[in-house]
């Protein structure tokens, strides 16, 4: 039963434009929701997180927008960098982080 | 601030063994979880120990056990492996155990079973 899924496993954008990566949820009881990035050989880091009270956080080129009546949650990357080339995992937060299967973003020069 | 530190980063143990794994939590931090992380899946919780009890366990089986000492550091403990428990496992420690986007991560362990 996938709690979290991420129905995308790659991405691909190029430099400059904007990348969006999408993140569906079952369970309405969940009332935080994460981003973390993952670089190959390291662990996952946390990027930007929205609360359920809100529909859209913003921190410099990263934007997390939900969708509570859709269950959706999306990550926006604005302008796209190289170094942005990394797994995506969106993530509910109860006590416990439930992950998605992750998006392996490629942004291309 | 010294972050989360793992050890070993690398094993490989034949199916039927043991394994410990080790985590060092960040300064200051008090709860540590732990995650398994299959090829091209997410992590999946496993369970977490907020001083030295644990406090929640994921759909893991008993032979999956695990330890918090009183500096905070942890051990994962693996018996009877089995080739499917092959994956990237990763420690996160927190200051407490809802931890609003205050988990950080160590690098993993990779463990592969033959």
């Known amino acids: 039963d996938q709690q979290v899924k991420q129905n995308s496993p790659s991405l691909s954008v190029q430099e400059g434009r904007i990348s969006i990566l999408n993140c569906d949820y079952t369970n309405s009881m969940f009332d935080y929701f994460l981003w973390y990035k993952k670089y190959p050989a390291e662990g996952p880091t946390f990027l930007i997180s929205i609360s359920s009270i809100k529909d859209k956080n913003e921190d410099g080129r990263f934007t997390v927008f939900l969708n509570k009546s859709a269950k959706h949650l999306s990550l926006h990357i604005v302008p796209s960098q190289p170094g942005d080339s990394a797994v995506y995992f969106c993530?509910?937060?109860?006590?416990?982080?439930?992950f998605g299967q992750g998006t392996e973003l490629s942004v291309k020069p | 601030e010294t972050g989360v530190t793992q050890s070993p980063t690398h094993l490989i143990k034949t199916r039927g063994q043991q394994v410990t794994l080790r985590c060092s939590s960040q300064?200051?931090?008090?709860?540590v979880s732990w995650y398994q992380q299959a090829l091209g899946q997410g992590p999946q919780f496993i369970f977490q120990y907020y001083r030295e009890e644990e406090n929640g366990r994921g759909n893991f089986p008993p032979r999956f056990s695990g330890l918090q000492f009183p500096n905070y550091s942890s051990e994962l403990n693996v018996n009877a492996l089995e080739l499917d428990d092959s994956a990237l496992y990763l420690c996160?420690?927190?200051?407490?155990?809802?931890?609003?986007?205050?988990?950080?991560f160590g690098s993993g362990t990779r463990l592969t079973v033959v």
């Open positions: 993530a509910l937060q109860g006590g416990k982080l439930i």
């Open positions: 300064s200051g931090h008090n709860t």
């Open positions: 996160a420690s927190s200051l407490g155990s809802d931890s609003r986007g205050g988990y950080t």
